[in-house]
């Protein structure tokens, strides 16, 4: 969905700032789109950005542990190690500052149901 967002920013830009040229709207779904309460700022398509950023990983990562054609316990050792990698050491010095909080705040919920939450036969089970 936020791919798809993303993908369409100029339409949504264009109904934004050009209410008037949308057809078969009523006039105060009109007045609405006018109003500006709708519209989105560069910093809003930044975060938006972020966020497909930081969830594209995890939408992978989710899509190959939910395969049915092999086995995915095998999967799921090099899946958790991958996004460990992408929260802990990819890094890039144009990264957001609200794109590193993300991570961070990943990283802690990683670290908290990998690490502290799973017993132990379940991690030995997966390693």
Sequence with gaps: MIDR???HRFIIDNINSQPFKVP????????KL?????EFTNDDWS??????TVLKPFF???KAISAKNYPTLAAAY??????????????????S?????????LRRTLELY????????QKNTSS
Excluded: G, P
Excluded at 24 to 31: A, C, E, L, T, Y
Excluded at 97 to 105: I, R, T, V
């Design 5 to 7: 967002f993303s993908n």
């Design 78 to 95: 090099s899946i958790k190690y991958a996004l460990r990698y992408f929260l802990f050491n990819e890094t890039s010095a144009n990264e």
């Design 60 to 62: 992978k990562a989710t």
């Design 24 to 31: 078969d709207i009523s006039s105060v779904q009109r007045m």
């Design 34 to 38: 006018a109003s500006k309460k709708f």
């Design 47 to 52: 975060r938006l950005k972020d966020l497909q």
């Design 114 to 121: 990998f690490d502290e939450k799973m017993e132990m036969h």
């Design 97 to 105: 500052l609200w794109l590193k909080s993300l991570k961070l705040c």
